[in-house]
């Protein structure tokens, strides 16, 4: 029934409260899941400002590399209990981006928990959760997260 499962995650351990739904519905359904990070663009500078572009790289590669080493610890996490994992990250704004992925993907559903601050700090996946209900076209698992820090 689901064979493919998007799990969209932030870094937090409020979004990860989704992974023990996610990995009993892998496991029920012999499914692959792909754990997505979205990285969203920078923001804009104002008139003013000035932009070292050397620091700015190393500071975003270094960042990558920190989302990459995240999202390898999941699906390790995963494939450590026979589960099929992947990763991919995004760079967009977080709901277009998770929209698009499951549509690129061909995921069956998409499993992401409610009220886990992303790393910005900038949204939380509440109102995520929102933009994606609002225009998701597959089923979509979604938890509350209240307890999970």
Do not use: C, W
């Amino acid at each position: 029934m689901y064979n493919t499962i998007l799990v969209p995650l932030d870094g937090s351990k409020r979004a990860e409260a989704i992974l023990p739904h996610v990995e009993q519905m892998a496991q029920h359904y012999n499914s692959e899941v792909i754990f997505m990070l979205v990285e969203e663009g920078p923001l804009l500078l104002g008139r003013d400002e000035i932009v070292d572009l050397s620091v700015y790289k190393q500071n975003l590669d270094k960042r990558e590399k920190e989302i990459q080493a995240y999202l390898d610890e999941r699906k390790k996490e995963f494939s450590d209990k026979g589960i099929k994992a992947r990763t991919v990250t995004a760079h967009a704004p977080v709901v277009k981006a998770i929209l698009n992925t499951a549509k690129n993907e061909k995921a069956d559903i998409i499993a992401i928990a409610s009220h886990g601050v992303t790393g910005l700090d900038r949204s939380s996946y509440g109102s995520v959760a929102a933009g994606i209900l609002q225009h998701i076209d597959r089923p979509l698992l979604l938890i509350r997260s209240l307890d999970h820090r």
